[in-house]
């Protein structure tokens, strides 16, 4: 359960949900102040997630060209 360790809180508006969770334990904040969840207007997947480091430095990794549902060949998870 991801409340048990992050303040998790939400914000909205017409084009995007995001989830903002923030570490709860002493530790964890002296590296991360805080991840964010990025979802697009539809809320199906997660376009985004930014993660801000307590001394200011930021990652960003972005979801494009996501597609759902796509027949995959069986072949492709055999190990060789």
Not at 36 to 60: I, K, M, N, T
Request: proline fraction near 4%.
């Amino acid at each position: 359960d991801a409340s048990a360790s992050f303040d998790l809180s939400a914000r909205a508006d017409a084009e995007n949900l995001v989830v903002l969770a923030r570490p709860r334990a002493t530790d964890l904040r002296a590296m991360i102040d805080r991840i964010e969840a990025v979802f697009g207007a539809d809320r199906r997947a997660v376009r985004e997630v930014r993660l801000f480091r307590a001394g200011g430095d930021r990652s960003v990794i972005r979801f494009e060209n996501v597609r759902f549902n796509e027949p995959i060949d069986p072949s492709t998870f055999v190990l060789r």
